[in-house]
């Protein structure tokens, strides 16, 4: 990578609604749950990030786009980029070839029309890409996608061919993830102790920094948005900007840099 000894990036799963809706949970509660996101969680991520003077990227479903236009507008003001993150936040695996086609042009056109933004990257609302997924990448002419698990600190290049370049990989891993950590889920894990997570992710960043490697974190703004868990994402930026060396970038950034010396 450039003169960094480390790469940090902080990225959000911005979903409100889309991610309960998806799963077919749109009674008041759930609804209310996804809301909180955008009503309590984005504002205290927003203010953290400024003060720190950290840009990072947020994926966000086009529905969650067209809801909440005034929010993303705030994003790309703080300088943060905007991922594409699937339309209405189903799963790649439950759709077609044409459906799946149709969830990408959708995401980008609510990007483009509600933010002016043609997104660089995509994570996947499933975390996982069907068969037809990394083809389609390349025809919407993503530069990296950021849902498999094939690493931990290093980028790498999937979907290459002889007639057509892939694109970039950036790992994720559920250790990563503040959902698994802090929200009750159907596997029947937890709400955890901000302090366990705190030592947890900590070690992980040691490692990255170990490998001169990336430190990439996934977080959900109804869940990491909480007191508790926001001040210890403080406690671990200010961790983390004690190591010399150190440079929180956004996604396209980080790849930008690694795809010139790869
Ligand atoms: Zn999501």
């Known amino acids: 990578m450039s003169s960094a000894r ?15 809706e998806a799963r077919g949970l749109t009674s008041p509660t759930p609804i ?7 009503r309590v969680g984005v504002p205290r991520i927003l203010k953290l990030l400024a003060r720190y003077n950290i840009r990072a990227t947020f994926f966000v479903p086009g529905v969650t786009v067209e809801r909440y236009p005034d929010i993303i507008q705030q994003m790309l003001a703080g300088g943060h980029e905007i991922g594409h ?6 799963s790649p695996l439950k759709l077609s070839y044409e459906e799946e086609r149709e969830q990408l042009a959708k995401g980008m ?9 043609r997104p660089k990257g995509y994570r996947s609302p499933a975390w996982d890409l069907s068969n037809h997924s990394i083809g389609l990448f ?7 996608e950021s849902s498999l698990m094939g690493d931990d ?31 009750i889920v159907d596997n029947g894990a937890g709400i955890s102790n901000p302090s366990r997570i705190y030592e ?17 974190l996934t977080m959900h703004p109804q869940v990491i948005g909480r007191h508790p868990r926001i001040r210890m994402l403080e406690r671990l930026i200010q961790f983390m900007r004690g190591h010399a060396g150190v440079e929180f970038m956004t996604c396209s950034e980080a790849v930008a840099v690694w795809s010139a010396s790869h």
């Open 200 to 216: 947890l992710w900590s070690e992980e960043f040691e490692g990255a920094y170990e490998e001169q490697g990336v430190f990439c």
């Open 109 to 117: 056109d609510a990007l483009q029309r509600v933010a002016g933004v």
């Open 6 to 20: 480390c790469t940090v990036l902080l990225t959000f799963d911005f979903d409100a609604e889309s991610s309960k």
């Open 85 to 90: 993150h699937g339309y209405t936040h189903i």
């Open 138 to 144: 390349k025809e919407f002419g993503f530069a990296y």
């Open 153 to 183: 600190y290093h980028f790498y290049r999937i979907g290459d061919s002889n007639d057509s370049p892939g694109l970039v990989e950036i790992p994720i891993s559920w250790l990563l993830d503040d959902f698994i950590h802090f929200e």
């Open 32 to 38: 209310s749950q996804g809301q909180y996101g955008a």
